[in-house]
């Protein structure tokens, strides 16, 4: 036992049940909850991203298989009150606004799963029908995350999925030169003062910014993972039937 790492031991024997429905927790909402506190106990923990990424996984398989959609429904009293952001998720009650909050809350207490955390709001805001409710939700978790200190990795994760409504409304709030070139601005990545000048007005900064990408792109955050080359290599092993001595 003393081999395993803490956060993965307690991880085994506390890690959730899963069924057809999702999850033994009655919801995804308790299941983050579930992550939360799991951070709190072991802050940063590899296992972190494990779970966030199980659970943005489920989000878009039950997305995909069932082309749902976040609507404000199934509740009593949806169409008189327009502030309870509840909404019915394959037969489950949940609250958008708070299952967003939790993940913001994550991110806030584990940098190091900042995009994990940012890309089950990503997905769940690219499913809500509502454009409102969802630049609300989108422009209160930059809020949020956005005045922390030493963010610059956070706010280059903001921006990758609020991209969409920061240019519709013309708003750039991230002061990190990255950022601000994605918006088109003038800024300098570097201090390049001891190049010559010719070098210095020829240096193809833009090309660091793939305007293609960032017209195709959706706001769904999307990245490589370690694990899936972790996968598609024991796959590969299995396949082959490699034996390792």
Not at 75 to 97: M, T
Request: glycine share 6%; net charge neutral.
């Amino acid at each position: 036992m003393d081999t395993i790492k803490p956060d993965k031991l307690f991880y085994i024997f506390n890690t959730p049940i899963f069924n057809k429905r999702g999850c033994d927790f009655d919801g995804f909402q308790k299941y983050l909850l579930y992550i939360l506190m799991f951070g709190r106990k072991y802050p940063n923990a590899g296992q972190l991203r494990t779970m966030l990424s199980d659970i943005d996984k489920r989000i878009e398989s039950k997305l995909t298989s069932h082309g749902a959609r976040f609507t404000i429904e199934g509740y009593e009293g949806a169409e008189d009150n327009k502030e309870v952001e509840f909404v019915r998720l394959w037969g489950l009650v949940e609250n958008v606004k708070s299952m967003s909050a939790i993940c913001a809350q994550i991110a806030i207490e584990n940098v190091s799963v900042v995009h994990y955390a940012l890309r089950v709001i990503s997905r769940m805001m690219g499913s809500i029908g509502d454009n409102a409710l969802r630049d609300e939700i989108v422009s209160k978790v930059c809020k949020r995350l956005i005045d922390l200190l030493n963010s610059a990795y956070t706010k280059l994760w903001l921006q990758d999925m609020a991209y969409s409504r920061d240019k519709e409304y013309k708003v750039s709030p991230y002061d990190v030169n990255l950022c601000k070139l994605v918006m088109g601005e003038s800024t300098q990545l570097w201090n390049n003062d001891w190049l010559k000048n010719k070098l210095i007005e020829d240096f193809p900064q833009d090309s660091f910014v793939d305007r293609k990408v960032l017209k195709s792109g959706g706001s769904i955050i999307t990245f490589r993972e370690t694990r899936a080359y972790m996968d598609a290599s024991n796959e590969f092993v299995k396949a082959n039937e490699i034996k390792i001595i």
